[in-house]
Every structure is written in C-alpha cells, then in structure tokens.
C-alpha cells in the first residue's frame, strides 16, 4: 500500500512557528516520523511540502498511490481548486490538522477540503498523521458498511461482517469532539479478523450536542438499534475505552437489546473522583456532572469484565479496581499505558478477545 502525505503553506516552519501551537517538532522530524508509522503499518508513504497551490494540486493529479493525507495549511479555508483536486482521484483522502480548529479562530473551523475526505483528524498533535495512516490501513483491511441509527449527523456506525455473534466498539476521548471512532477502529478490523461482526459506533461529543445527556443517550439508540442491522446474533458484547466505558456501563442496562458481557477498557467510572483529580477530562467531568450525569458507574447485572493498565497516566487505574471490588466484576491488569488498550497487538487483547468468545 502507498499513500502520498502532502503538507501546505507554512507547514515548513513547524518547530519555528508558534511552538505552543504546533509542538516543537520540525517538518523534518515530521516526515521521519511519518515514514516509520507507514513501515509499521506495511505501507509506504511519500511526503511533500510546499507553500504553493498548484505545486499540491499538481501532486494530486499526478498521484497513483492507494490514498492522500493532506494537511492542506490555511488553503484548507480558500482552496476550492484543492478540493476539486481530491475530488478527481479515486482512493481515500484524509484531512489533518495538528491544532484543535475547532477551538481556535471561527474561520479556522470552517474547511472547504472536509466534504471530500473520508475523515478529518484534528487537535491531537502530530500523531493525527499516525492515526490517519493507520485509518487507512483499516479502509483498506476489508469492506464495511456504515449505518445510521439516530437524528443526529454523528449517529453512525460502521459494520463489518465477521459472521458470528456481534461485538460494539464504544471509543473513548473524554467527550472532546477531536476524539473519533476512527480510534477503536484497529480492533474493530482485528476482531472481523477472527469471524465476530463489529458494529463501531460514532456518537456526538462536547461541543457537537453530546455530553450528558447527549452522549449517553446517543450510545443507548445505538444499542436499541442492533435488530435493524439485519444480523441473526448468538449474543452482543460491548468494548468500550475510556469515556466511552462510562457511556457504556450507563448505557447497557437500560438499553433493550440483549446485551450479554461488557468488557470496558480503561474506563472513567467515578465523575467525581476525575473531576477533582486535575487529570486530561477532568473539565468535561465537571461539566457531565453539572448537567446531572450520574456520578458513579452502575452496570446492573450485566456480565462485566474491567481492563486497565498499571501505566495509565490520563485514567488512573482505582477507577476499574474499586468498581470490580464494588460490583464483583472480573478485572484484568496490564502494564500498558492508557492508549495502548487500543492495540490489538498488545498481550491484553488476547486476554479480551478470550473473555468475547465465552460471551458470544
């Protein structure tokens, strides 16, 4: 697999320019960076820069690799003739910004280049190139088809046909907007691998009409939906990380399909122990609490297992410990970190993967 990474204007004074904006990294360490995860992920990637329009509309054109990540710059906001560009060529586009535009000047919000993506990654630094490598990756895996359940634009999810039984990914991110399901989307491909169908849900966050009870109520019409995708299912287990854990453990009590083992990864299980704890969501804590989300995590009777790394600096790991003590529910500890719960190739996963087969 080849994928050309095409960086815009001004791209070329990262490390320089506004530091505590884009990071310290310089287009060079970028690039570097870029050509292992594509090794990494078994494909090989091409990168240019430049400060000019036609010099990227020109390496579009000419492109003949299976995908582009474009970091189109400030053209992102004018450039109808890049878009039209990507519009013309035939394998996936994905958009990346290193900031978070959604939080920044109003103009910046606003990107003529999205409509012609099939994903936009925005505001988790550089690494949004990884993960946008990595997306690709997975398009490519196999075929998936992505469903509406509810109102909303961000009422979707993406199935994959394994043939037994049904496994729903629920993504984590702390309700930030900046956090898609594109992150739970590795173990989506991975558990399609082994023969379960994979249901991998979006679902609205803070700032795009979620957090309570816009989320949780969001994840709940996702689970009521699981009759209309047309599958003849053995039994519905849940994955969740992070946030997306508390959602579940909220949502799979109430919800009408017959939900029969959660495995949550990491999950936020006290809002108000993180809400005081300073951590990375601790603001969005406070906020869910404020609008009267429930303070502690309660799955009900629901087969639950509790997955957390000893390593977790965003979630700390008394999280899943008190509640395993408080609902008599299995844990499982690691020494990963929290975003390494998202590895498939992690010793843990078999672990989880094992727990989903006794469950399906």
Request: aromatic share 6%; hydrophobic share 40%.
């Amino acid at each position: 697999m080849r994928v050309l990474v095409l960086n815009g204007p001004n791209l070329n004074l990262l490390g320089s320019r506004e530091p505590e904006v884009y990071g310290s990294e310089t287009l060079a360490d970028l690039e570097q960076s870029i050509s292992g995860w594509g090794k990494a992920l078994g494909i090989e990637t091409e990168t240019l820069q430049s400060n000019h329009e036609g010099a990227l509309i020109d390496a579009i054109q000419q492109h003949e690799d299976d995908g582009i990540v474009i970091n189109p710059g400030a053209l992102t906001h004018t450039s109808r003739a890049l878009a039209d560009a990507l519009r013309s060529v035939e394998g996936p586009v994905v958009e990346v910004h290193i900031s978070n535009v959604k939080d920044r000047e109003a103009w910046r919000a606003e990107s003529v280049i999205s409509d012609v993506c099939v994903l936009t990654i925005y505001g988790r630094g550089v690494s949004g190139y990884r993960d946008a490598l990595r997306h690709l990756a997975n398009r490519a895996a196999g075929p998936f088809e992505t469903f509406r359940y509810g109102p909303h634009g961000e009422n979707v999810g993406d199935l994959r046909r394994g043939g037994q039984g049904l496994v729903v990914l629920i993504h984590g991110g702390f309700w930030r907007q900046e956090w898609q399901r594109d992150t739970t989307e590795s173990l989506a491909v991975d558990l399609t691998g082994r023969g379960f169908n994979t249901w991998n849900i979006e679902y609205r966050r803070i700032g795009k009409g979620g957090g309570w009870p816009g989320s949780a109520h969001d994840v709940l019409m996702a689970l009521d939906f699981i009759p209309q995708l047309g599958l003849e299912v053995s039994g519905i287990v849940v994955v969740a990380h992070s946030a997306g854990g508390h959602l579940a453990l909220w949502a799979v009590r109430r919800s009408r399909a017959e939900v029969s083992q959660v495995v949550a990864m990491a999950p936020i299980t006290d809002l108000g122990q993180h809400a005081e704890s300073g951590m990375y969501g601790a603001a969005e804590a406070r906020l869910l609490l404020e609008s009267g989300a429930p303070p502690v995590s309660d799955p009900g009777h629901i087969a639950t297992t509790l997955v957390h790394g000893g390593n977790d600096r965003h979630v700390p790991p008394e999280h899943s410990s008190e509640l395993a003590v408080r609902g008599g529910f299995d844990l499982i500890t690691t020494s990963d970190g929290h975003f390494d719960l998202l590895d498939p190739e992690r010793d843990h996963w078999s672990r989880i993967v094992e727990v989903i087969d006794r469950s399906i």
